[in-house]
């Protein structure tokens, strides 16, 4: 269980620490020998810091800027993927076909853009159906099966 006196008396974190440093030079004004002993810092470090802190040089809490809140996906690219999934193309097709077009980007955001349309994914094709052999080479479009009992 974390020690609450313990969190603010001895931090880890170096932004805290700096904090908990220049706040008892400040506003405790107690001597920098006496803080640098405590948080372990050289005395010269905290007079620079100081220094930085009164020039507003020293940003210990940064502001955080919150990331995006939609989709960079251009409409283009899913307008597209859309497409080519009613034609029945599963998401390796469509990123291949989408490519050809002079657009990349990920099977994962072909598979997230149709899942945000809440199209449901394709059921296993075999390799016959996908029109490849076993070692993953096309079947020509001519190509048909033997019949070896026909004579």
Known sequence: MLN????????KMPRQKQYEA???????????????KKYGY???????RVRDFKAGKLMLFPETKPGPKK??????IRQLVLKYRKEGLSVSDIQARVKQEGYTFSTSTAARILSDAQ?????RR???ELGKT?????????????????Q
């Not at 050289?42 to 620079?48: D, H, K, N, R, V």
């Not at 076993?134 to 033997?146: D, F, G, V």
């Open 4 to 11: 609450q006196k313990n969190f603010f008396l001895k931090p």
């Open 22 to 36: 220049l706040r008892a030079i400040i506003v405790d004004e107690l001597p920098t020998t006496t803080v640098s």
């Open 42 to 48: 050289s005395t010269a470090t905290l007079y620079s």
């Open 71 to 76: 989709r960079h996906t251009p409409e283009k």
């Open 119 to 123: 199209l449901p994914k394709l059921q």
């Open 126 to 128: 075999s390799t016959h």
């Open 134 to 150: 076993q070692k993953n080479q096309t079947i020509s479009e001519r190509a048909q099966p033997l019949d070896f009992d026909k």
